[in-house]
């Protein structure tokens, strides 16, 4: 069936116009003045932006973490995502050391069957390098199109990988032109400074941040900043929260390096105090890297604006608060890392973003989509609205005001980090490849439909017609 969106704003990384989008097959056919199209169902954008769907690079849905799995699977997390904008995740894919890389693709391809409502692709974590992991990297990207790779700087003796390996991973994406992404604290100074803090009684939540301080993720950037440099790699710096982070980012670049950082809306909005609320609620704000001083998170919106830091991932690693969380009651470092941010991601970046004048709507579009399609090989698929395109469309009434709540939000979890917050936007229909997941703000979708994403390598092109891969 034939669509076509009149009367809306259209707005990309580039432009904001008036036009008419023609959308068949899945895609968008023609942008243009007055379209006709007997044919076609009408959709109404008046008062409303029509902006291409959101990508939110970093998702953690089903994932065992801290003794315990994320309260959001495929399906849940992805029909949040859809409310809140989103219209393709990339999910990170964890990796078990000894057993083949494709053996765990395969079980996120068996966690996310007939589930995700919109399309979605994986990042495939490093967590060793040996001879049967090199030979696996280059079957992974050409026959997975898994064209990104995570290596963990922190979390020792359970995720955290060696300098070698974050090392060799970097050589061996140059070779491949993959991606490499890290978690950049340092891990062995985290370890002793916890242990530290329990052994002198110090147990509550806010021990957290404090035995993980800006230093440890500003060391660790650093460091993966000069390693890629010396592997003439590229590197893509995952939620960056601090100064010390943003200032080896930012150095990097400045000598040309190929380094690119995320942050996420709870680094913008929220900060350290909020670890210290009593009763052990503070556990609901424990991830990694933590809350920091609330002077963060201008320098944070300050970096964004200049380029500094690309893109916005949520982080969306959903525990509950009772049963989850509360594993750590008592001892802050068995409280599992992560919180539930994915239905958020896009309105709280335009409410306090867009509506706040820290950035333009066209910066906007390019942090929550346009630049992460780019990154990560969707480029231009995704992340923007062109004829050829697909037809992951957002329409967005920038005047609705509400209120963030765990009582109205469709994460699966039973709090929200962001409660209470006001925002100004939400988003009220949203297609995926033409189809609706959401219309007139209520799910339509159906899980199964969304779809695994084979990606381009890393500075390449996603073209569908012709089916090559072209150098940007
Ligand atoms: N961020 C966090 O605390 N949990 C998810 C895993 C990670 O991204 O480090
Ligand atoms: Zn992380
Ligand atoms: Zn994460």
Not at 30 to 39: F, K, Q
Not at 236 to 249: F, N, P
Not at 334 to 361: A, C, Q, T, W, Y
Not at 380 to 388: F, H, N, R, S, V
Request: charged share 30%.
């Amino acid at each position: 069936m034939k669509k076509m969106i009149k009367n809306g704003t259209i707005v990309t990384a580039a432009d904001t116009y008036r036009a008419d989008i023609l959308i068949e097959n899945e895609k968008v056919k023609i942008i243009g003045d007055e379209i006709r199209d007997d044919e076609a169902e009408m959709i109404d954008a008046e008062g409303c932006y029509v902006f291409p769907g959101g990508i939110d690079p970093h998702t953690h849905m089903e994932m065992p973490f801290g003794g315990t799995v994320t309260k959001d699977d495929f399906e849940t997390g992805t029909i949040a995502a859809a409310h809140g904008g989103t219209t393709t995740i990339i999910d990170f894919c964890l990796t078990e050391k000894g057993k083949p890389l494709k053996s765990s693709i395969q079980k996120w391809h068996q966690k996310s069957k007939d589930k995700a409502v919109i399309d979605f692709a994986y990042h495939l974590q490093i967590s060793e390098i040996n001879e049967d992991v090199l030979k696996e990297i280059p079957l992974v990207i050409e026959e997975e199109g898994v064209t990104s790779f995570k290596v963990f700087m922190a979390y020792k003796n359970v995720l955290q990988a060696d300098d070698e390996t974050l090392f060799r991973t970097l050589i061996t994406a140059k070779k491949h032109d993959a991606l490499v992404m890290v978690h950049a604290e340092n891990g062995d100074v985290i370890d002793y400074l916890t242990k530290k803090a329990l052994e002198e009684g110090n147990t509550e939540p806010i021990y957290h941040a404090l035995t993980r301080p800006p230093e440890v993720e500003g060391e660790a950037t650093g460091r993966a900043a000069k390693l890629t440099a010396l592997a003439d790699s590229q590197l893509y710096v995952v939620h960056v929260t601090c100064k010390e982070a943003v200032e080896q980012i930012a150095e990097a670049r400045k000598k040309g390096l190929r380094v690119w950082g995320e942050t996420c809306p709870q680094y913008l909005v929220l900060d350290q105090s909020y670890m210290e609320k009593p009763d052990f609620e503070g556990g609901k704000y424990v991830w990694s890297p933590p809350l920091r001083d609330k002077s963060n998170q201008e320098i944070l919106w300050n970096a964004l604006k200049r380029g500094e830091l690309q893109t916005i991932g949520s982080d969306h690693c959903a525990f509950d608060f009772y049963g989850q969380k509360e594993l750590g009651k008592g001892d802050f470092t068995k409280i599992p890392n992560g919180g539930p941010f994915v239905e958020d991601r896009f309105s709280v970046l335009f409410s306090e973003g867009v509506k706040k004048s820290r950035i333009s709507l066209n910066e906007f579009v390019n942090m929550v989509s346009t630049q992460a399609a780019k990154l990560f090989g969707l480029f231009p698929q995704k992340g923007t609205l062109a004829p050829g395109s697909d037809a992951d469309i957002v329409l967005f009434d920038p005047n609705i005001e509400r209120t963030i709540s765990q009582k109205t939000h469709h994460m699966n979890v039973d709090y929200s980090a962001l409660e209470g917050m006001k925002v100004t936007g939400q988003p009220i229909t949203v297609l995926s490849r033409g189809e609706y997941v959401v219309k007139d703000r209520q799910f339509v979708g159906s899980p199964g439909y969304g779809k695994f994403l084979k990606r381009a390598r890393y500075g390449m092109q996603r073209i569908e017609k012709p089916e090559s891969m072209l150098r940007n």
